[in-house]
């Protein structure tokens, strides 16, 4: 059976939700939910769906199998616990809450409730990434000594993509898209040795609201022994390059191109070395390229699920969750990886208030 699906929200990152659920089989896209009742409505006409304008009412029909909360991140918790009280298990769009404490608080309530929550993390999934990951998980690395990630071109902060509701936090717009690198890199390194977190801010643009940061470095030193750093910026040229490197082997993994450049011989020997190196890392790149246009194009023609959720990122996660649910597994994205990001994202904004490194054992999560 489907799983009777509801969207609480109906801005602008809610369509991607909706638009996924309504095409996956697995779910079936019943009602959405906002405050806002003329964008309700116009949501719900536009994919056949009950409009309703309380979440609590939502949750009293006592129907719904699955919740997406797609709201401002300030209104994340109180949704989720409603959610949660009432048996629903719930997704919930990034950041998963505002601050680690009410991360911890969100915890609580899923294992007490017995209820599943995960959080979207969309670019975990995607192909490139998969493909890494893949890679990762099979060995062909060896122990993996550093993972980098350079995450450049993302909204500055007076930017309002997803509303004016971003301008409440210390860094804007930017900050709402902090996230993406954040949890790409834990997932990459895994969670950090408590203790070992360091973060640095930038702000580098001239804005008329009173912004903390608009560029950070980040970095820590993983449970595995892993060293995990991320620089990102906002408003410079798009670059999104997780370096992978391995005892072994390393990865290039570019999230513009969706590519996925092996790194497997030292190429400073001589200038043929050099040579044979351009020529290995131009035929990854041809290779991956090739494959995303037959993905894209095989998308097109067919138009099914399969081909949508390979491709889609978005699409590709609700699908994994939907499967998760109907066989009561775990989740693809856990609540601890989505507590780990606020930290991370809560050491940049103690850093952005000091002007300097942010003291490792001030926000650091208990160890699960």
């Known amino acids: 059976m489907p799983l009777r699906t509801a969207v609480v929200g109906a801005g602008v990152v809610s369509d991607i939700h909706m638009s996924a659920l309504d095409e996956c089989p697995r779910t079936e896209l019943v009602a959405v939910c906002d405050l806002d ?33 797609c709201t401002p991140v300030q209104t994340h918790l109180d949704i989720a616990r409603l959610a949660i009280e009432a048996g629903v298990p719930v997704n919930i769009e990034k950041p998963v809450t505002e601050t680690v404490a009410e991360a911890e608080e969100l915890t ?36 993996l ?44 390194a895994g969670y950090p040795e408590e203790g070992t977190i360091r973060a640095l801010t930038q702000l580098h643009g001239e804005y008329e609201r009173p912004f903390g940061y608009d560029g950070t470095t980040v970095s820590y030193r993983s449970e595995s022994g892993t060293l995990a750093s991320v620089t990102c910026l906002g408003g410079a040229p798009p670059q999104k390059i997780l370096f992978l490197h391995g005892e072994d082997k390393s990865l290039n993994v570019d ?50 699920w399969d081909s949508t959720r390979r491709i889609d990122s978005h699409a590709y996660q609700i699908d994994a969750e939907a499967r998760a649910l109907q066989a009561g ?7 601890a990886e989505g507590r780990w990001t ?7 904004r103690e850093a952005s208030a000091e002007g300097q490194p942010t003291p490792p054992d001030e926000h650091e999560l208990a160890q699960d």
């Open 255 to 304: 999230f513009v191109s969706q590519t996925v450049i092996e790194v497997d011989h030292d190429f400073n020997g001589s200038p043929q070395a050099k040579v044979r190196n351009n020529v290995s890392r131009a035929a990854d790149r041809l290779t991956g390229t090739a494959k995303n246009v037959y993905q894209v194009g095989r998308e097109r023609l067919s138009d099914d």
């Open 37 to 69: 009742e003329t964008r309700a409505r116009t949501a719900a006409q536009r994919y056949g769906i009950r409009a309703v304008f309380d979440v609590e009412e939502l949750l009293a029909e006592g129907t719904l199998d699955w919740v997406h909360v």
């Open 329 to 335: 597994s775990e989740l693809p994205v856990p609540l």
């Open 145 to 188: 000594r550093a993972a980098n990630l350079l995450y450049t071109g993302e909204t500055p902060p007076d930017q309002a993509n997803r509303g004016e509701w971003a301008f409440d936090l210390v860094g804007g717009e930017f900050e709402e898209g902090l996230p993406h690198p954040l949890y790409i890199l834990l997932g990459a």
């Open 108 to 143: 609580r309530l899923s294992e007490n409730y017995g209820v599943p929550v995960s959080v979207t993390h969309q670019h975990r999934f995607d192909p490139a990434m998969r493909a890494a990951e893949a890679r990762l998980r099979a060995g062909e690395l060896g122990e």
């Open 342 to 348: 606020i930290a991370l994202m809560e050491a940049v």
